[in-house]
């Protein structure tokens, strides 16, 4: 119904900078909540930040002031934008979204994760 395609990880340098994308595609009226999740090894998957149709934001504590959430409606695409990125900020990274279809149906996909590598 509703494809997320994730781009932009890789690997980084601590102190570097990455952007993630995720844009959707389907039969999508409306995407009402986009976020982003994180996890890592050994660990429990972890709410990054998320952003709503409103643009609304909220952002885990681990990352405020370092990474930013923005979305693009025209595109159905969302951002994050990693500065300053730290060797813990290290995990898959998935974009998750929830929304409305065409056929009046409400939707709540997830991307495939992208790689996000921190390290000298």
């Known amino acids: 119904q509703v494809q997320l395609v994730e781009s932009g990880g890789g690997l980084v340098q601590p102190g570097g900078s990455l952007r993630l994308s995720c844009a959707a595609s389907g039969s999508i009226f409306s995407i009402n909540v986009m976020g982003w999740y994180r996890r890592a090894p050994g660990k429990q998957r972890e709410l990054v930040a998320t952003?709503?149709?409103?643009?609304?934001?909220s952002y885990a504590d681990s990352v405020k002031g370092r990474f930013t959430i923005a979305r693009d409606n025209a595109k159905n695409t969302v951002y994050l934008q990693m500065n300053s990125l730290k060797p813990e900020d290290a995990a898959v990274y998935y974009c998750?979204?929830?929304?409305?279809?065409?056929?009046?149906?409400?939707?709540?996909?997830w991307g495939q994760g992208t790689q996000v590598t921190v390290s000298s």
């Open positions: 998750d979204e929830h929304g409305v279809l065409r056929t009046s149906a409400t939707f709540h996909s």
């Open positions: 952003i709503t149709s409103g643009g609304s934001t």
